[in-house]
């Protein structure tokens, strides 16, 4: 089971960094999170994202059936899209949703129309996926678990027509995939991934930005270009920002491997991972407050609007069949 190996992977390369407080403490006034949908029976869900407080969707499913379900903004009910493998990520920009998947899969919907495959050349698992607007969009992925094959780590690019594969920059270590892609504009574009790699696009050219870890980085957000949270780790919990220059990473002592993170338009990082963690970080720094969530389920996406916050998970720590967690906080 391909999906279920790569969570359980574990990074062979520990660096000495700054760490942070080994217990965060907890919100004086500990934040609710509640049961958002009964995603129990549906399949683990691996993202969460939307265009306001009123629209939402979240994907993901079982390893050969993925599912889409919406948010109207009074509940959420299932879409039907075309069959095939579980979904990883969704991103969009005007009117224009992209999903992305196992197995190279990519959907696209347009207005709100029905979901349509889009040939995206590549059988590789893909992890992630943004969209600059309508005509721009970038996915990346690579092959995480066949350690027969060669390391072929993959950015895609949406010109309007098709998309195409992207030749990657020199890197100083090899690496079997990047997982999220991520971008304050057209023209700066982050993509973090295996062993610490992150690198950025300045709308001509890829380059890679030194982070001072082998750590694996699996997603990000940010408020602007001088303000980005990148979260990882396998055996501890790690974050980095980036202040426009340069990426700071630290190490998060006591707390499991990240999975989401999504930065609120206050500056405060909302990160979640593995066994059901919660936390909060605070704009420019790295201090921390865990928010209470008695469900130990592996949470792996979070996106929020105004006051309302989204965080869906599953069992991709554990053999298939997936089981799904979909928790919300209106604060």
């Known amino acids: 089971m391909r999906l279920f190996q790569q969570l359980a992977l574990v990074a062979t390369v520990i660096v000495a960094l700054p760490a942070c407080p080994e217990t965060p403490p907890s919100p004086d006034e500990p934040a609710v999170w509640t049961q958002s949908f009964d995603a129990t029976d549906i399949g683990a869900l691996m993202s969460v994202w939307g265009t306001s407080s009123q629209e939402a969707w979240a994907v993901g499913g079982q390893l050969d059936a993925g599912v889409v379900w919406r948010f109207n903004g009074m509940g959420w009910s299932p879409l039907q899209i075309p069959d095939g493998p579980l979904l990883n990520w969704v991103h969009g920009s005007e009117a224009r949703l992209w999903v992305v998947g196992n197995d190279g899969r990519i959907l696209r919907q347009d207005g709100g129309g029905d979901f349509e495959a889009v040939d995206s050349g590549v059988t590789l698992d893909l ?132 999975n989401g993170c999504y930065v609120d338009d206050d500056g405060v990082a909302h990160i979640v991972g593995l066994r059901g963690r919660i936390l909060r970080m605070t704009p420019g720094g790295f201090d921390l407050q865990r928010d209470e969530n008695d469900d130990r389920t592996l949470l792996h996406a979070i996106w929020g609007y105004g006051t309302r916050l989204f965080t869906v998970g599953g069992t991709i720590d554990r053999s298939p069949p997936f089981r799904g967690v979909a928790l919300e906080l209106v604060e």
Do not use: C, H
């Open 127 to 258: 992890w992630g996926v943004w969209a600059a607007d309508r005509d721009q969009a970038w996915a990346v992925g690579g092959n995480v678990t066949d350690r027969d094959a060669d390391p072929d780590p993959v950015i895609l690019s949406w010109d309007g027509s098709a998309w195409t594969r992207v030749p990657l920059p020199p890197m100083d270590r090899e690496i079997r995939s990047f997982f999220k892609v991520w971008g304050t504009s057209a023209e700066n574009i982050f993509v973090v991934g295996a062993r610490g790699v992150i690198l950025r696009y300045d709308g001509e050219e890829w380059a890679q930005t030194p982070t001072g870890t082998a750590e694996d980085f699996v997603s990000l957000w940010g408020t602007g270009p001088d303000d980005i949270v990148a979260v990882g780790g396998r055996q501890n919990g790690m974050v980095a920002r980036w202040n426009g220059t340069q990426w700071t990473a630290r190490v998060l002592a006591g707390e499991p491997g990240l």
